[in-house]
């Protein structure tokens, strides 16, 4: 970033408040207005483009200082997850719960940091508490995964499709009910979930690279007419191979790497690899 925008725009506020006529407390009361809007564009700043850490930074800061700021804690929730600490991420999203402003998303946003903690159980709970006349994406994308995790099929598939319906960029929650329909063994219906996410991000890699694991599990070793890298398309290679091989295909498991090497504009070392361990052991 970021510190030399956050800089700037502290900058231009600060210059804006200078600028103002008056003394007194006519300058305390302009300055307390630049401040109030300084924060919020500050805060939104840190919620969206700085780097998360500097943004966690930030708000573990502002938050000891104002430790009363239900907004600032939940600013240093998101920022937790964003820099990838769900689980410090849990007892702050506690606190805003426990919090008389507590709002249904704050309830979700606790629920989507206990399922990235792993914490599947406690997540249901959670969502449990929310209102059904709550319907939001982000609401039934995770009601959705808790009923995978506890291997409801059923209402798994129809909380993923509510959730794909709430969402103009719907490819992340298609990848992932696709991948639920992989790991059931329904082949084919993770095969056209996954293409559909494709077409709604062409460069969503997971759903290209499931979508190679839906085929190989078919034995379908030939790739899909979608758009790649050079580089892509080696990886995807070198996945439909060890899918072909791990199915005792392994001649074709053995062409296919060689075409992944091939592809690869470098040196593909795992692909080489797993080649030469074949060979090795004369398959």
């Given at each position: 970033m970021r510190t030399g925008v956050i800089v700037a725009a502290?900058?231009?506020?600060?210059?804006?408040?200078?600028?103002?006529?008056?003394?007194?407390?006519?300058?305390?009361?302009?300055?307390?207005?630049?401040?109030?809007?300084?924060?919020?564009?500050?805060?939104?700043?840190?919620?969206?483009?700085?780097?998360?850490?500097?943004?966690?930074?930030?708000?573990?800061?502002a938050t000891s200082e104002q430790p009363d700021r239900i907004d600032l804690k939940r600013g240093l929730g998101m920022s937790l997850i964003r820099a990838g600490q769900p689980a410090r991420a849990v007892p702050v999203w506690k606190q805003v719960v426990a919090s008389r402003e507590v709002t249904d998303q704050d309830r979700i946003d606790l629920a989507d940091a206990l399922i990235r903690s792993n914490d599947w159980d406690e997540a249901e709970k959670v969502l449990d508490t929310i209102p059904p006349t709550v319907e939001t994406y982000e609401r039934y994308r995770l009601e959705a995964m808790v009923a995978d995790s506890n291997r409801e099929w059923d209402k798994a598939?129809?909380?993923?499709?509510?959730?794909?319906?709430?969402?103009?960029?719907?490819?992340?929650?298609?990848?992932?009910?696709?991948?639920?329909?992989?790991?059931?063994?329904?082949?084919?219906?993770?095969?056209?979930?996954?293409?559909?996410?494709?077409?709604?991000?062409?460069?969503?890699?997971?759903?290209?690279?499931?979508l190679i694991l839906a085929r190989g599990a078919q034995r379908n070793y030939q790739l899909p007419p979608i758009q790649t890298t050079q580089i892509e398309r080696a990886q995807l290679l070198h996945t439909l191979a060890l899918s072909a091989i791990k199915q005792g295909d392994i001649t074709t498991g053995k062409s296919l790497l060689r075409e992944a090497i091939e592809t690869h504009p470098q040196h593909f070392e795992a692909a080489v690899r797993a080649l030469r361990t074949l060979e090795q052991n004369g398959a």
């Amino acid at each position: 970033m970021r510190t030399g925008v956050i800089v700037a725009a502290l900058a231009a506020l600060s210059l804006a408040g200078c600028q103002k006529p008056g003394g007194g407390n006519g300058v305390s009361r302009a300055f307390d207005g630049v401040n109030v809007i300084d924060e919020s564009n500050l805060n939104d700043i840190m919620l969206t483009v700085a780097d998360p850490a500097e943004a966690v930074s930030y708000f573990e800061r502002a938050t000891s200082e104002q430790p009363d700021r239900i907004d600032l804690k939940r600013g240093l929730g998101m920022s937790l997850i964003r820099a990838g600490q769900p689980a410090r991420a849990v007892p702050v999203w506690k606190q805003v719960v426990a919090s008389r402003e507590v709002t249904d998303q704050d309830r979700i946003d606790l629920a989507d940091a206990l399922i990235r903690s792993n914490d599947w159980d406690e997540a249901e709970k959670v969502l449990d508490t929310i209102p059904p006349t709550v319907e939001t994406y982000e609401r039934y994308r995770l009601e959705a995964m808790v009923a995978d995790s506890n291997r409801e099929w059923d209402k798994a598939d129809s909380f993923y499709e509510i959730a794909s319906g709430l969402t103009n960029r719907p490819a992340s929650v298609l990848n992932n009910w696709g991948y639920s329909k992989l790991t059931r063994g329904d082949f084919r219906g993770a095969e056209q979930l996954f293409g559909q996410a494709i077409g709604y991000d062409p460069n969503l890699f997971t759903a290209k690279n499931n979508l190679i694991l839906a085929r190989g599990a078919q034995r379908n070793y030939q790739l899909p007419p979608i758009q790649t890298t050079q580089i892509e398309r080696a990886q995807l290679l070198h996945t439909l191979a060890l899918s072909a091989i791990k199915q005792g295909d392994i001649t074709t498991g053995k062409s296919l790497l060689r075409e992944a090497i091939e592809t690869h504009p470098q040196h593909f070392e795992a692909a080489v690899r797993a080649l030469r361990t074949l060979e090795q052991n004369g398959a």
